[in-house]
């Protein structure tokens, strides 16, 4: 069962646009949100993350919006850069475990 | 932010042979270390998970026997592919998690490319 749902799985953004990666879950048992992103033939590296008491954290071009009713969370990529296509995984955890939704290309066409 | 080195980035072997990776926390103590498999452009499979001094917990449909899994101390953890077929052949990452700043963090390794000829 997948316990996080990731949309779209590919993003074709303008250089200085914005971009929008969504997420969600079901269970309410979560209680950390990061957002990883990879380079190809590299490991994740984190990049933001939330917690559910808060519903926007920002850091420096990157937003993470929080709807914790409608158990939804999605990432913000502000004048977005050709530096920031690579793909984008969101996590929720708890109990010890991170769950990866599936991906989400981004290509940030000059 | 904490880093986690990962060893080999890349490497060819024959069928039938074993291969191990290893993995690092090199400026925090990882309680619990995590290993991955992902395949091309798909999203990262989490194969087992392993915590200091206790046997691996590994997910359903994953080989403990085929993938070996030890996790000697706080700081090493390590991924031994036994006898490896083409099958095999993936990029496999670990991660490590630690608490830092209030959180949880989960932080990765830079993954290993495995060609299994």
């Known amino acids: 069962q997948q316990q996080v749902k990731q949309s779209p799985q590919s993003l074709i953004v303008q250089k200085g646009g914005i971009s929008i990666i969504n997420c969600a879950y079901e269970?309410?048992?979560?209680?950390?949100f990061p957002w990883y992103q990879q380079f190809p033939g590299k490991g994740p590296a984190l990049l933001i993350a939330i917690r559910p008491d808060v519903s926007e954290k920002k850091e420096g071009r990157f937003t993470i919006s929080f709807n914790k009713s409608a158990k939804q969370f999605s990432l913000h990529i502000m004048d977005s850069q050709p530096g920031d296509s690579a793909t984008y995984f969101c996590?929720?955890?708890?109990?010890?475990?991170?769950?990866f939704g599936s991906g989400t290309k981004l290509n940030v066409k000059p | 932010g904490a880093v986690v080195s990962q060893h080999p980035s890349w490497v060819i072997c024959k069928s039938g042979t074993s291969v191990k990776i290893e993995c690092r926390s090199l400026d925090f103590q990882a309680t619990t270390m995590f290993w991955y498999r992902q395949f091309p452009k798909q999203s990262l499979m989490l194969m087992a998970t392993?915590?200091?001094?206790?046997?691996?917990?590994?997910e359903q449909g994953v080989e403990k026997d085929k993938f070996l899994i030890n996790h000697a101390s706080l700081t090493l953890s390590t991924l031994t592919v036994t006898s490896a077929h083409p099958e095999d052949s993936s990029f496999y990452i670990c991660?490590?998690?630690?608490?830092?700043?209030?959180?949880?963090?989960?932080?990765f390794g830079s993954g290993t490319q495995l060609s299994v000829l």
């Open positions: 996590a929720v955890y708890n109990f010890n475990k991170f769950y």
């Open positions: 991660s490590a998690s630690g608490l830092t700043g209030g959180d949880e963090k989960l932080f």
């Open positions: 269970n309410t048992a979560f209680d950390y």
């Open positions: 392993s915590n200091e001094g206790s046997k691996a917990t590994y």
